[in-house]
């Protein structure tokens, strides 16, 4: 299966991802949240950094729910920061 080169605007969205994520996590290592969350430390560096622009469904879903995020509320945050992106 031949995979598609990202677009821009799923660069940007992963970033901004990575960077709600890493705010959430706050002082919690990121060690202590991958484990709650049930995934490698390295695949959660990886989407906080925004190199994993587009994680796995049950990924974000593992994590948003160690963190307390609810999927309405991360998706409505991404969303936001998009279109204020686009403004500037």
């Not at 990121?30 to 390295?42: F, K, M």
Request: net charge positive; hydrophobic share 45%.
């Amino acid at each position: 299966m031949v995979r598609l080169p990202l677009t821009q605007a799923e660069v940007a969205r992963g970033e901004r991802l990575g960077a709600l994520l890493r705010r959430a996590r706050g002082p919690r290592s990121i060690l202590e949240v991958a484990l709650s969350a049930g995934i490698s430390p390295e695949t959660l560096r990886k989407i906080e950094s925004g190199r994993v622009a587009t994680p796995a469904f049950t990924t974000i879903a593992a994590v948003a729910n160690t963190l307390e995020l609810s999927l309405d509320e991360l998706w409505s945050s991404i969303a936001s920061e998009h279109r204020l992106a686009q403004l500037h």
